[in-house]
């Protein structure tokens, strides 16, 4: 079966750093989102993007966060500087409007 | 605004019983509705989807039932096994203009005893 790729599986990294999360959708897929999780906590939506723009974002999606198509195959979410309570793990996701493959998350340690 | 709960928080049984999980949600709108499995630090297998024009969904010893209008889904695990061991987490799928967002439950830990 197709998969949702994610990189790096785990990221350390200091307060105030930006960082990149990289994602690899499903080749035949139209929409694509990022979820977290918070340990112990619910997951929870963050963005979504179609036709090469994001088309919903909750309200935890502020503006230090950014997402990104650079190419045909890559998914990226930006952080632009890191908080203590941005870690957690990061799932993407990609569909086609039905079912939702996510990937196996990206856990973010920041501290 | 869809909430998603899920009874009960943490689950334990025998191995080869029958159980039940419980997904109920506020907002009857829905597009679909997903079971995931979660692994203690992994990411979210999906298990069954159920679109909204369907009542249930089944796959091997997985039957999953939607009542849209009362707004429950059950998910039906037959003869459990230990590997069924896992957090299952149900998700509402929302039908906004260019996204399919998932709203989740905060899941049902359950520990199949061998």
């Known amino acids: 079966e197709p998969e949702v790729t994610q990189t790096p599986s785990h990221q350390v990294t200091q307060m105030g750093q930006e960082v990149i999360l990289r994602c690899v959708p499903i080749s035949n897929h139209l929409y694509f989102y990022w979820y977290r999780q918070i340990l112990g906590q619910k997951v929870e939506f963050l963005v979504s993007?179609?036709?090469?723009?994001?088309?919903?974002k909750s309200e935890i999606f502020d503006d230090q966060f950014s997402v990104e198509r650079p190419d045909g195959s890559n998914f990226t979410l930006k952080i632009r500087s890191t908080k203590l309570e941005d870690s957690a793990m990061y799932f993407c996701?990609?569909?086609?409007?039905?079912?939702?493959?996510f990937g196996q998350g990206t856990r973010l340690t920041v501290v | 605004k869809q909430e998603v709960t899920q009874i009960p928080a943490a689950l334990s049984v025998p191995e080869g019983e029958n159980l039940v999980l419980n997904c109920s949600f506020t907002?009857?709108?829905?597009?679909?509705l997903q079971w995931f499995r979660q692994d203690p630090g992994k990411g979210l297998t999906s298990l069954l989807l159920i679109q909204s024009s369907q009542r249930e969904q089944t796959s091997g010893r997985l039957n999953a039932s939607l009542d849209k209008s009362s707004g429950r889904s059950t998910l039906y695990i037959a003869a459990s096994q230990p590997g069924d061991s896992a957090t299952y987490l149900c998700?509402?799928?929302?039908?906004?203009?260019?996204?399919?967002?998932?709203?989740f439950g905060k899941g049902t830990k359950l520990s199949v005893i061998p």
């Open positions: 993007f179609y036709n090469n723009e994001i088309s919903e």
């Open positions: 907002d009857s709108a829905i597009y679909n």
């Open positions: 996701a990609s569909s086609t409007g039905r079912k939702a493959f």
């Open positions: 998700a509402v799928g929302g039908s906004g203009a260019g996204s399919y967002q998932l709203t």
